[in-house]
């Protein structure tokens, strides 16, 4: 598998110059003898919820209403010529007007075995006049309707793999990871766009914690459902504002088995035994023997923390 990490897209560079670059990165991974690309979040534009429309028709430009479209058609060539499969981020209009922050999962013949919306928007809907960069994703998405879906289905050489897909913040949810582990995930797919600052202006973290924070989700996400998982970024400067990168490909052991190094265009590979996956699966995390649901009732009951009530002394 490979995640092709793409470098900024700027606000002025149309689909055309994103897909021409993803399209250079299928032909490497083809020339490394990957089966299984995955392209970051939003990867045909510029992340562009970092700016604020008044009037939100304005945003569609962003949205894709078709796929594949004219703009996105190279993609879908070049994964029949390479036999390779791909995971596409995009922001997707539907014919009746809904927009999501969505992810697909392509076979070489162009068949969408997967569609994924992404559940966990981050940021705010208004414009936020303390924040230095914007993050309008309540603003321009809606929460997404298909759950967190996992298909068995051919890619490369394996006639079934069992994949699903998180988005960008998705990753930081263990109850996301858990939907995927208990329909035994064995590929986790996620594509982001992750800033190197913090812009909420409630407080300072630094900038190698951001890194550190987005491994340590990806890598206990992948641990504890015994899956491997590919982790694309965006990275470099967009539009004035620095995403942070470092994609990796981790193990169902949690480790780390490939990571970017660059803020640029970048293909990292990785072998993913399958067999792996066993190990987690049979023991510590056998779902079915140690998983206690009649204790988890504020997971799916509750939303927000309540407060715990107080000792009252002997
Ligand atoms: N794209 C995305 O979900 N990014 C978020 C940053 C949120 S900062 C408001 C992330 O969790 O990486």
């Given at each position: 598998v490979a995640a092709a990490q793409l470098g900024p897209i700027q606000l002025a560079e149309g689909r055309e110059v994103a897909v021409?670059?993803?399209?250079r990165l299928m032909e490497r991974a083809h020339a490394r003898g990957v089966q299984l690309v995955v392209f970051p979040e939003l990867a045909l534009t510029t992340f562009f919820p970092r700016h604020h429309h008044e009037d939100r028709a304005e945003a569609d430009r962003w949205f894709e209403t078709a796929m594949p479209?004219?703009?996105?058609?190279?993609?879908?060539a070049a994964a029949r010529k390479f036999g390779i499969t791909f995971h596409l981020g995009y922001a997707e209009r539907t014919p009746d007007g809904h927009h999501y922050n969505t992810a697909i999962l392509v076979s070489p013949e162009g068949d969408i075995l997967l569609k994924y919306r992404k559940v966990h928007l981050p940021g705010h809907a208004e414009f936020d006049p303390k924040r230095a960069v914007q993050h309008l994703e309540k603003r321009y998405f809606e929460v997404g309707n298909l759950g967190f879906p996992v298909i068995n289905a051919?890619?490369?050489?394996?006639?079934?793999?069992?994949?699903?897909?998180?988005?960008?913040?998705?990753?930081r949810w263990p109850e996301a990871w858990r939907m995927l582990g208990l329909q035994s995930v064995e590929l986790a797919l996620c594509g982001y766009n992750t800033p190197s600052l913090n812009q909420s202006a409630a407080g300072f973290e630094a900038p190698h914690l951001r890194v550190f924070h987005s491994h340590l989700s990806v890598q206990a996400g992948a641990y504890q459902n015994a899956t491997f998982a590919v982790a694309c970024a965006k990275a470099g400067t967009e539009d004035g504002c620095e995403l942070f990168g470092h994609s990796i490909i981790v193990n169902p052991q949690g480790e780390i088995t490939a990571m970017a190094t660059s803020w640029d265009d970048e293909l990292i590979t990785a072998d993913c035994n399958l067999d792996m996956c066993t190990l987690g699966?049979?023991?510590?995390?056998?779902?079915?023997?140690h998983r206690r649901p009649e204790a988890y009732d504020r997971i799916t009951g509750q939303v927000g923390a309540t407060l715990p009530p107080r000792w009252e002394g002997k």
């Open positions: 021409a670059r993803m399209v479209s004219n703009a996105t058609a190279p993609l879908f051919p890619a490369g050489d394996l006639s079934g793999v069992n994949m699903g897909m998180l988005i960008c913040n998705d990753r699966r049979t023991t510590i995390f056998a779902f079915d023997k």
